[in-house]
């Protein structure tokens, strides 16, 4: 069956320092990939997307930047943290094909201060 | 541009009432349809989904919804709650089209209270 992993769980950074969340899927090839982050009352906003190994559509401008370095591996990062970058973060796949719906990791809560 | 509505941000209810959650997009072309819930300090899972045929889903924990075209509404349904039916409910759509589309688009979400 899929797993699928998120690290760490809870973050916190001072302003102006880098960042690195990962994201792991196991059980499952070429899948499609998501970071979203989400706010309360707001929904899950859809940050980057990915469709294969170094292919990555990023959605909303802003502080953050995404990677996925091999088939299975999403990463979310940041050079320099804004106090706005606070949040919750999720990671998601999907296959490729087909009808298929979104499988959700634990998600990370980063807290900048 | 596409975007997803859910009118209630919280309801509570008590225990055995009926549920009723609205969901409401906009786009006119075919769509995924999809809920989802979060219970507290839990992963988002999926509840139901509707691709085609019976526009009447049924899911996990006796929920269901229904999917009308005309209204691009697929609302939520469980006809008695308990109290282990409190978290957050989540509407999402996939639109699809002869390219294809990767993107999921979420409603804000409606937080649910079930009184005990």
């Known amino acids: 069956s899929q797993t699928i992993h998120q690290w760490p769980a809870t973050l916190v950074q001072p302003v102006g320092s880098p960042l690195s969340l990962e994201c792991t899927v196991e059980g499952t090839s070429n899948p499609n990939l998501y970071w979203y982050r989400q706010a309360a009352g707001r929904g899950l906003q859809l940050l980057f997307y990915s469709v294969g190994i170094g292919q990555i559509s990023s959605e909303v401008p802003q502080n953050l930047s995404a990677s996925r370095p091999q088939d299975r591996q999403f990463i979310l990062s940041s050079k320099k943290l804004l106090l706005s970058d606070s949040g919750f973060y999720l990671c998601?796949?999907?296959?490729?094909?087909?009808?298929?719906?979104?499988?959700f990791g634990p998600g990370t809560r980063l807290t900048v201060l | 541009a596409q975007s997803v509505s859910q009118h209630n941000h919280h309801v509570i209810l008590s225990e055995a009432a009926s549920l009723e959650l609205g969901c409401n997009y906009s786009y006119g072309g075919t769509v995924n349809l999809f809920w989802y819930v979060q219970y507290p300090g839990q992963h988002l899972q999926l509840l139901l989904k509707y691709f085609s045929g019976d526009p009447l889903v049924k899911g996990i924990k006796g929920f269901e919804a229904e999917f009308i075209k005309s209204k691009f509404s697929f609302n939520l349904r469980k006809p008695s709650v308990q109290w282990s039916d409190t978290a957050e409910y989540f509407c999402a759509v996939k639109p699809t089209t002869t390219s294809g589309t990767y993107k999921y688009i979420f409603g804000t979400g409606t937080r649910l209270k079930v009184l005990a």
């Open positions: 998601a796949w999907s296959e490729v094909a087909g009808y298929n719906e979104q499988f």
